[in-house]
């Protein structure tokens, strides 16, 4: 300690925060190298010593590529940050930090050394970004002593808008607000962009703060109370006058903190306070609990606070690698938006991942002009490989990667079928995703080119960037053959007439194979053995999804693996560990995993791009981490019409739990453990779950039904939902297009006549059916039903029937022996003469997991008809 200071204590509260992997923390700020940050998707800021600056989403000042001169760029804006606060001396820290991830706060502990006048204190500096009201950042601060005075005086400074932001033309008012009958002066700083982007404008952004409150040199503070200091940010990207709506949030913050205060000396921020953390509460809803691996179940709390601080489904402006608060990559968006970072987020968040593609249905038209001026021009939609405010290429031209590396487009593609396939969203489709859907694909229709039968794209840069422009990346060429098959089934799932020529591409899209090797070769004429930047040809099975023999996975992931550069990105190793899990090679897999995520630094969990430095807070690693956690280890896979689940348990782990998983609105949680998996259902409408080996179970999320399934462990699980066919459970005939996956969760009757479905439900009474018991399945067939057969999909589900009396019981056994002659009795008449009964239904009694072949007959020597049911020859 300092001389004449004792040593730092770290609060018990510290402690048993990091246990609960709630909470990282230092004894002291000032050894830490990498910084924390706080942010709500709206803005974000560095914590650190001295955090002059914070970024806006979507604010970025300088030209795109094609206008660039001398090197500028567009790059994220410099705000001045409104809480910059600190005090005289250099102890600001030198008892402790934290970052509290359970309330997004950055917490700061600094030991002021005694005086003559007044003992030891020890202030804390409490920052936050507030989530539910984007606008506000606030800092609260208490001070602490054990004896003396109970005022003591604090010299706190204020360092905002000492140095004008190179980014704006700013200027700086004053005004004074009306708190509850208090007069108040405020500081408005005002700046106006400098350059902008082809296709954006100038944008405006506003910062408002208090210029005395609580703030003045010497200003005396109160033992054990909490003082706060709020402050207002607002941007013109949000709203059409960022200083009225800076002055106004900040003017209601400042009433609501001081409401039941005669002064201006009793602030109460606990109201505020308490919103911002129940809307972090809810989003850790979702998350990852282990048993074993404490180092994992850390580094996942913090990789899932640092995507959420740089995103919000408020504001569409996608991730960057560096994050919100970092001008890292200039603040720009690559590929790494949707392929590492975002399909985790869709899982858990679905409203932020659809936000992510928004900002890419938003920048369409950049992409346009992209592809328009390609010399020669292509047709429809070609994605900047860096975007910034306007989907402008913003990759500097003395790099070649936004010329050549195009696989970006059909990457977007694909993130839009992700989220398509696991939501069901189609008015979303319908209202912005397919007009950029149909748009890549003509793009890609136009850069394909054919020879020998087969199409080609040509002279494009892979994600392996050390390859440089290359002929038929099998990484690019995968990915625009699964893009262009979804363009195809967009267009028919909406309803439209999809171009001929997407699925003529696709069809005939060059795959390089070596069939020697029998690896995936990088490109065509890749050199085997030649050192390779990151992954890439492992990509195939996952996340494009190709199917692939396990011989071949295991050859393509140990060939490159050999090759791949050891100081590559961070995501690198979770790609291996993930195609590792899935081939059953689990040594392998926990060897890439735990390398996967070194370079998660201490205290606070920061990423680096690499592991002795790169682009820091990089959250592209965060995304490629959380992704192995949740499809690697979580082992889901998302399909057009079902969810896949085989959880594979984590190297020196006894339990695992992922908890708020969405699929198409229904949330849900996996436990598993050594011997067993259980999914419950949380919200949302039923869910059906089956293990390939026993009849289906129907999960609820409300009432008295079923909420949970539990399987042996080692199964892989299959979940669908009604969502899936948008069926319904009322007697209402539904048509649905021939080829259109329909599984129904109920008792159902599903025909096909031309080129459509026909589904129509009819609901039964089910009651308790043991393991060896045949479930009790009742058809209806639709009149006029001719020359068509129907699949019946059975579901058993177990209730927990209530308590009943003895009487209760007896009088149920009695009951159920009169309705069984009775059938019986009817049976043996209808088998004698089937023509004389008029019934359109019977029951039936199928074994379970067959399927059945039903159509319709006509009695010999009869004008009646009927229902002939058959299965397995019989």
Known sequence: GMQGMPEAKIPPAWDEGYARGDLLFTDTETRVQYHSMIGNGFFAVEMKPRCQWLHVAGVFNGPDAAHSQNGAISHRAKVPNPLDVSFSGPWRGNGGAALDLRSA???????????????????????????????????????MWEKGPDRVSIALQRNLFMQESPDFDARVFHETLDVNGHNVAITIWCGRTQKAESGAGLVDVA????????????????????????????????????????????????????????????????????????????????GFEVQGRQDVRRAVKSSTYYLLSSANENYAYSLSPGGLASNGYHGHTFWDAETWMYPTILMWYPTLARSILQYRAHTLTGARRKAAGHIPPYRGAMYAWESAASGSETCPRRAPFGAFEQHISADIVLAVKQYIDASGDLGWLNSSGYELVSSVADFLVSKAEKSNGAFHILDVIPPDEYAGPSDDSVYTNFAAKKALQFATNA???????????????????????????????????YRWG??????????????????????????????????????????????????YIEAGEDAKAAADFNKSFANVKEPFGVWTEEPTGGTTNFITGA??????????????RIHDDHLTITPTLLEGASSMTIRGIWYRGSSFTIDCNRTAITLKLEEGPPLT??????????????????????????????????????????????????????EAAATAVTGHHGNQHLYRTYATTHSPVGGSERPKVQWQLPRHFTHQYSNGTAARQKQNSPGLTLCKAAGAVCMSAIIATLSSFLALLAWRDPGMWPWKHVDVYLPLKREFKACHAKVPNSRRSGVAVAHGGA
């Open 530 to 579: 030649t050192k390779v930047k990151q992954a890439d040809a492992v990509l195939l099975a996952f996340p494009l999804g190709m199917n692939m023999s396990r011989r071949t996975r295991l050859r393509d992931l140990d060939g490159y693996a050999r090759v791949s550069d050891e100081t590559g990105p961070a995501m690198t190793w979770g790609s291996f560990a993930l195609g």
């Open 689 to 742: 779950v089956a293990d390939g080996h026993n009849t289906p179970w129907t999960l609820h999320s409300s009432g008295a039904m079923r909420k949970s399934a539990t399987f042996d462990f080692g199964l892989s699980l299959t979940l669908t939902s009604p969502v899936n066919g948008r069926l319904y459970t009322d007697f209402t005939n539904t048509h649905f297009d021939k080829d259109r996956h329909v």
């Open 623 to 636: 995304g490629g981490f959380l992704q192995t956690v949740m499809f690697g280890y979580g082992g889901l």
């Open 105 to 143: 706060a950055y917490i700061v502990h600094s030991r002021l050394p005694p005086t003559v006048s007044q003992p030891m204190v020890m202030l804390e500096q409490r920052f936050y970004a507030h989530r539910s009201r984007p606008s506000l950042m606030v800092m609260e601060f208490e001070a």
């Open 491 to 525: 267009a028919r799932l909406l309803g439209h007439k999809a171009d001929s020529q997407w699925n003529d591409t696709a069809a005939h899209m060059s795959i390089p194979f070596d069939k020697a090797k029998g690896m995936h070769p990088e490109f065509r004429g």
């Open 207 to 286: 910062v408002a703060v208090p210029t005395d409150l609580m703030l003045s040199p010497d200003r005396l503070i109160q033992r054990g109370r909490t003082y706060v200091i709020p402050a207002a940010v607002q941007s013109s990207t949000a709203v059409s006058e960022p200083r009225a709506s800076a002055v106004r949030d900040l003017q209601n913050a400042l009433r609501e903190v001081y409401a039941d205060s005669h002064s201006l000396s009793v602030p109460d921020n606990s109201a505020m306070r308490a919103e911002h953390q129940t809307a972090w509460a809810d989003l850790w809803r979702s």
